[in-house]
């Protein structure tokens, strides 16, 4: 499974939608895309149109975002006692701890904000895809 963080979502379905390939490539080779209610959260907070709003229904579905529950608060909780700057990174933390509990992969454009989380796998969408533990950037 492969969690897009906000960033990814965004970078999916407007502006130049410089991810939108990887994301069908994803989809195309039969990976299972998915997005946590935390990421919903953030999305439908935003300035969105009804155009990326209808896209990214089409594409990912609020009702099919993930939930945020007790085993990924407990995660993101042992997380957020263990990282440095934790309090200034919550959301970001909690996303985490989703990917980890459902054992997917995190897609993000701010790799740097997730490389010290022990175990989570961690990239771009338009990157490869690394084993856990790994990203694919230096920041």
Known sequence: MILLDTSALVDTVTGARRSAAAVRAAIERGERLALATLVMYEWLRGPRSSQELADQEALLPR??????????????????????????????????????????????LHVADFRDIPGLAVSRPFRDELQPGKTTERQ
Not at 81 to 107: F, V
């Open 63 to 108: 009702e099919a975002a993930l939930p945020f529950g007790t085993a990924e608060a407990a995660r993101a909780a042992e997380l957020y006692g263990k990282l440095r700057a934790a309090r200034s990174r919550q959301i970001d933390i909690a996303i985490a701890a989703c990917a980890l509990c459902w054992e997917a992969k995190l897609w993000t």
